[in-house]
């Protein structure tokens, strides 16, 4: 357990009603149509060394975090990541990653993956900035078709690769909420994604179909090249791309 100040808390679901607890929480999070993970296949795998937390707060989940093994001991898919709607903005995100980094560590698992929209900039931002995961491998229309919040457009992701002990992630560990300088080099490329990737869903589906394409066609033509996504600039919504070597 860990005790976060404001009263928050961070631990791992305890019985079967909060994880069927959870099951609710993730449709009040990515919709009613999503097929949120059930109950007891999360209950199954907590029991065989997964992972399933979440942020409390006054008895009140916040947040919802669960992750899995994988076929090697030392490295952990992460599988959902949530915050409900109305909690947005308070940083849960953030430190249930770094909740699921202590633990992970503590169990000599040095390595989590895990997928995510590469047109969400809330999501560049968390993932690639604030913890330092970087990205080279992209997967096209990874889920096939979607509903819910995903729904209109193929549901393409890029692999997050999230090494707990590198230099760059111990730094962001231990300040957390420092601004994190930017890898640039000569040979940086940038590719730049939409300021709301769901208003466009939402208002301009056309453009948010062209938008995937695009972003699509050039993220798998520098990965082919041996780039890597090693930042994300906040500011100007590019991610950074750095060539092998």
Known sequence: MNIAGDGLILRELSGVAELKASEAFQRTVWGEDD??????????????????????????????????PTRDPKVQHSHRLAVHPDSRGMGLGLKLKWFQRDWCLARGITLVRWTYDPLRRINAGLNITRLGATAGTYYTDYYGKMEGINAGVASDRLLAEWHLTAPGVQRRAEAPEA??????????????????????????????????????????????EGYRITGFDMKTREYLLTPPG
């Open 35 to 68: 097929p949120a993970d059930n109950s007891d296949l999360m209950l199954a795998i907590a029991h065989e060394g997964g992972l399933v937390a979440g942020a409390f707060k006054d008895g009140r989940m916040l947040g919802f975090l669960f992750g899995f």
């Open 179 to 224: 601004s994190m300088d930017l890898p640039e080099t000569p040979l940086t490329r940038r590719v730049m994604i939409p300021e709301d990737f769901g208003a466009l869903l939402s208002n301009d589906l056309p453009r948010a179909v062209s938008e995937r394409l695009r972003v699509r066609a050039a993220l798998t033509s520098a990965f082919d």
